[in-house]
């Protein structure tokens, strides 16, 4: 049997002698392929008679091996580099190695990857170093390339044991690695442009990124990369390892678990992904899965032997010992607690399901005090395993919420409110149990609340940290009609813990449907106790929280001013104040002057506090004072950064992270800096649903252009990341724009050639086959003949098309043929053919289309509507939203907002500004009217 050894090399005279002098007795051929060394690289080979082929580098390492593979003779064949060689064993025989190993076509020899400066090991792995030499096993991908036979994985793999063959690799220092992950980053993305197989590169990307201290694009590529689970590569595991490294720094503990738990799944052999799965169930006070995952990290760490790569350690299982013994001291003391579930009522049938089956996860006891409920709320609770008990009520909250205490039997009560449940219930007795053990002194905990808007599919509205958990203490009770607060008697103050990340309480009392009713019913209360009190200090926030509600701005901002002034400060909570002064000015358009006085203001008592650099930056951006502006977003950005907890006084909406990221991809934009202002809108994407306003901006700057041009535009604003590539990508094909999308993607889809050519008998052979999967190219083949239908007539197949549409769609193409008005019975098929009109008919069409919907009901013309937003046919858009009532329920702010985005791509800026004033005062923290009534302000200032 005969072994040839391959490399590939320049300039590697420091390396390539040991790498021979490891090999030499042991190959029977030497191959080296110089790619243009110009040091004594070729004359240390000819020293080994190695057979030398000189060629140009082509940034291309699998076409370089593979050239190196065709000069060769042996059987076998040992390909290293040259800053890899054998570890000292001379004793060792590489031909009986391969012998002892068959039948094999490729060979994983164990690697240490040591650092040439500190001699420190970085890795060991397994990977490809010996295979066959036979026809169709080459290298594939221009970096980190893969042997493939014929295209296709390998199949017969062995590893080598490492106590029969050792190669050390010295090529990344510490010293090097960023010259080398430079260099290996732009064939990376020159391979991503050109192959079909992108998903190979993902961990390649993912890797070099990290290398290079871009977290946000190693993060990318490395959850692309896990989608695909796990690949027979060598050290497939990297991106997981990449995301967990990450998380942890990000003391992201959600994000951790997720991964883990992903990892655990696709590397079931690895004991560090169990005890990674382990830490962060246990940070989620979960310690029985913390225990069961430690125990199997512990017993794979004794019997690890896989090829992947481990890299738990003996000082790391120690610890993970220690910590294990903790968990189960935790463990056994959460079974000893004894916790109260209490909660008032009424009327709360369509809340308190829900409330049952989230204490019954941890609670042992459930008090529920119905204070008068005439619907089913009470025959809800009787067939539950909670103890229900009447309470007459008497506009006091805290009178209903002390009866409820008095038949609490638990040491710890936890009380929430009917429309409250705790995110992660399992979390509760565990984290307890940490409380008793650590924190003996607390009497309470103040737990984050985050209240969401149902009807904005479950939108965040803001949080805020309140108590909801204390201990059931001699003495301990509630004050106040409303807002009702837990005090101690005689005054002795309660000792508060602020828990700001865990424990998350999702509240949906202020989901749109339901806080008018809630605001009145607290109105009633605050005007009862002022009438009996008088007007006191403790009233103020409420009464601007009220008042604002009421859309009373000029009340609720006087209320808000006096509250900040006041000694009487919510605990946690008082920068609500400043939140409500700065909206309230906003509305009352108050000069830009005042807003940001106002905004200066709160910085000054809550500088920690990012929405209120943002709010001063947004104002400032707004009257053109881009600078300062730019200096107010980089307070916001530190201010995120350092106060990662985000509740209370430090809480920044969603909405206003990103708006805080839409502004500056706009100051970007404005200042020709291509690429951050494409990462900036990707940022703002992240906090919420970005609307296609920017997109459409550009393309309505460039509509003088050609197509190609526009495309152009569209690249050089969102840059190049893939990303944001497939953003557009699927932007254009969904709203229509197919000759945009064929030259930005390269593509042609058959179906969209023949339908633009109107060629509609290709068109229809090409579906015929199949005619009940292809609908949609039936509809569009039906909408072209219906606009020549006197000079196009086909023949019987032609006429008979309509023949194959689905029972509902054909009831609406009858309709439409006879000019007969369709009914909510025929929506659904109205729906599909108004999709497929909106792209593919004339504007005539499209007209007398939806001209046969004027009698639907209110909720069928709000989707048609939007089906027509979307699809930017404003005008048409605009007489549908006109059709809806002003009393419908649909007439809120989405709707104003959107038909006002029809008036300002019409040009009709004054009515559009009429809308987004309407659409406000429903909700001013939509971001896409937020953005739209800058660009309307502007383009008016402009007019004026």
Request: aromatic share 12%; charged share 25%; glycine share 4%.
């Amino acid at each position: 049997m005969k072994i040839s050894a391959c490399y590939i090399v320049k300039n590697e005279e420091v390396n390539l002698e040991k790498s021979l002098n490891s090999i030499k007795n042991k190959v029977d051929e030497l191959i080296v392929v110089d790619t243009g060394s110009t040091d004594n690289t070729v004359g240390i080979a000819k020293k080994f008679n190695a057979k030398i082929f000189c060629i140009p580098w082509k940034n291309d390492f699998s076409e370089a091996r593979n050239v190196a593979i065709a000069q060769a003779t042996g059987e076998w064949i040992l390909f290293l580099d040259a800053d890899e060689y054998f570890s000292d064993n001379p004793s060792v025989d590489l031909h009986e190695v391969i012998l002892s190993l068959q039948p094999a076509d490729v060979m994983l020899v164990s690697m240490d990857n040591i650092d040439a400066d500190s001699r420190e090991n970085l890795l060991t792995f397994y990977a490809p170093r010996i295979f066959r030499n036979v026809e169709g096993l080459c290298y594939e991908g221009r970096i980190h390339e893969e042997l493939r036979y014929r295209g296709k994985q390998v199949e017969k793999i062995v590893y080598v044991p490492e106590e029969q063959l050792k190669i050390v690799h010295t090529g990344y220092s510490v010293s090097i690695s960023h010259e080398k992950a430079e260099r290996n980053l732009q064939l990376l993305l020159y391979e991503l442009e050109n192959t079909e197989k992108p998903d190979v590169l993902y961990p390649y990307l993912a890797e070099v990124y990290a290398a290079l201290d871009n977290a946000e694009k190693a993060k990318y590529y490395a959850e692309q990369d896990i989608k695909n689970g796990r690949r027979r590569i060598t050290f497939a595991s990297k991106s997981w390892r990449i995301l967990l490294d990450y998380a942890v720094k990000e003391n992201d503990k959600r994000k951790r678990r997720e991964i883990a738990a992903s990892a655990v799944f696709n590397f079931p052999e690895i004991p560090e992904f169990h005890a990674e799965l382990a830490e962060s169930l246990a940070a989620d006070y979960i310690y029985t899965d913390a225990i069961r995952e430690a125990e199997k990290a512990e017993k794979l760490f004794h019997n690890y032997d896989d090829i992947e790569p481990m890299q738990f350690t003996t000082d790391m299982l120690i610890m993970l010992k220690k910590r294990l013994n903790d968990w189960k001291v935790l463990q056994k003391n959460s079974e000893k607690l004894y916790i109260t579930a209490c909660v008032i009522v009424r009327n709360e049938e369509k809340n308190i399901a829900a409330w049952l089956a989230n204490t019954q996860q941890y609670a042992d006891q459930q008090v529920v005090v119905d204070t008068g409920s005439k619907d089913k709320t009470v025959e809800i609770v009787k067939k539950s395993k909670a103890y229900i008990y009447d309470f007459n009520w008497q506009n006091d909250f805290s009178q209903a919420k002390n009866y409820a205490l008095s038949k609490a039997k638990g040491n710890w009560v936890f009380f929430l409110d009917a429309d409250e449940t705790f995110a992660n219930p399992q979390q509760l007795r565990g984290y307890l149990a940490g409380i008793e053990k650590y924190k003996k002194n607390i009497d309470a905990i103040m737990v984050p609340i985050i209240n969401i808007d149902t009807d904005m599919n479950n939108q965040e509205i803001s949080r805020f940290l309140n108590v909801r958990i204390f201990r059931n203490l001699p003495g301990i009770h509630y004050e106040g009609y409303v807002h009702e607060r837990l005090v101690m008697a005689e005054g002795k103050p309660l000792q508060l813990y602020k828990e700001e990340h865990d424990l998350q309480i999702i509240h949906t009392g202020y989901s749109s449907h339901i806080i008018a009713g809630k605001v009145e019913r607290n109105w009633k209360i605050l005007q009862d106790d002022i009438e009996k009190n008088g007007e006191q200090p403790v009233h103020y926030r409420y009464l601007a929280d009220c008042y604002y509600a009421r859309g009373n701005m000029e009340q609720a901002l006087k209320y808000a001013i006096l509250a900040l002034g006041s000694t009487v400060q919510a605990v946690d909570s008082a920068s609500d104040m400043f939140d409500i002064a700065l909206t309230c000015v906003e509305k009352m358009d108050c000069k830009v002057a005042e807003c940001l006085a106002l905004a200066k203001k709160a910085q000054a008592l809550f500088p920690k506090k990012a929405a209120y650099f943002i709010k001063a930056g947004h104002y400032l951006f707004s009257v053109g004072k881009t600078d300062d502006a730019a200096k107010e977003f980089g307070k916001a950005l530190v201010c995120l950064r350092e106060n990662n907890n985000n509740t209370g006084d430090t809480y920044t909406s969603i909405a206003e992270q990103s708006l805080l990221y839409q502004d500056m991809a706009l100051i970007y934009h404005q200042k020709r800096e291509w690429e951050k202002a494409a990462l900036c809108l990707q940022k703002a994407k992240q906090f919420s649903s970005l609307d296609d306003g920017i997109i459409r901006m550009i393309l309505n700057s460039n509509k003088e252009k050609n197509i190609a041009e526009q495309v152009k535009a569209l690249q050089s604003y969102m840059g190049n990341e893939t990303i944001n590539q497939h953003y557009i990508a699927q932007w254009l094909e969904e709203k229509g724009f197919l000759k945009h999308w064929q030259i930005f993607t390269g593509e042609n889809k058959q179906e969209y050639v023949l339908a633009q050519n109107e060629d509609l008998i290709v068109l229809y052979k090409k579906i015929e086959q199949d005619m009940a999967n292809n609908i949609v190219g039936l509809c569009r083949i039906l909408i072209k003949l219906h606009q020549e239908r006197d000079s196009l007539i086909k023949g019987v197949q032609i006429a008979n098309l309509s023949q194959a549409l689905p029972e509902a769609m054909y009831a609406v193409w009858e309709c439409w043929q006879k000019y007969e008005p369709v009914n909510d019975f025929h929506w659904d098929g109205y729906k599909v053919w108004l999709r497929q009109m909106i792209v593919w008919g004339s504007a005539e069409q499209l007209q007398d289309f939806v001209e046969l919907a004027a009698g639907l009901s209110d909720s069928c013309l709000w989707e048609m509507a939007e089906e027509l937003f979307q699809g930017e046919k404003w005008l048409i858009a605009w007489n549908v939203y006109s059709r809806i009532p002003a009393a419908s329920k649909y007439v809120k702010g989405k709707f104003w907002c959107h038909a006002g985005i029809c008036q300002f791509s019409l040009g009709n800026n004054e009515i559009a500004g009429e809308c987004f004033a309407n659409a406000t005062a429903y909700d001013d923290t939509d971001e896409e009217c937020r953005s739209y009534i800058t660009w309307n302000e502007r383009r008016l200032k402009n007019d004026a």
